[in-house]
């Protein structure tokens, strides 16, 4: 069994900068890729950003430039470093990981969600 649990969320003015953080525990042998997705009221799901394991990244154009993401390895832990914000970043975040288990079975997980908000 695999855990996903969230942090970091919040209100804050435009302009300002928030961290998520994403830490996977239980029964982990390798995190694959990694990354943040969100969704915003009225709209579908999208992707923010990923990271591989080899810590390749990729970036929605909306957020390139003003996001980083990031991973700790050894901490099972991923990152996204949001600058300047913007009111339309407002939005729940997810992480989402594909790992491979103990077990030798590839999963794909999902945190709890995190809110983020933007406004002044």
């Known amino acids: 069994q695999v855990q996903l649990v969230e942090s970091g969320g919040g209100l804050v003015q435009p302009g300002g900068s928030l961290r998520l953080s994403c830490a996977a525990s239980g029964s982990i042998f390798r995190i694959n890729a990694m990354g943040w997705y969100r969704q915003a009221p009225g709209k579908e799901r999208e992707l923010v950003a990923a990271?591989?394991?080899?810590?390749?990244?990729n970036y929605a154009d909306s957020v390139r430039g003003r996001f980083t993401i990031s991973r700790d390895n050894a901490k099972n832990t991923v990152y996204l470093q949001m600058n300047s914000l913007k009111p339309e970043d407002t939005a729940v975040y997810y992480c989402?990981?594909?790992?491979?288990?103990?077990w030798g079975t590839g999963i794909n997980s999902w945190g709890q969600e995190t809110q983020v908000t933007v406004s002044s």
């Open positions: 989402n990981t594909d790992i491979l288990t103990s």
């Open positions: 990271i591989s394991s080899g810590k390749s990244t």
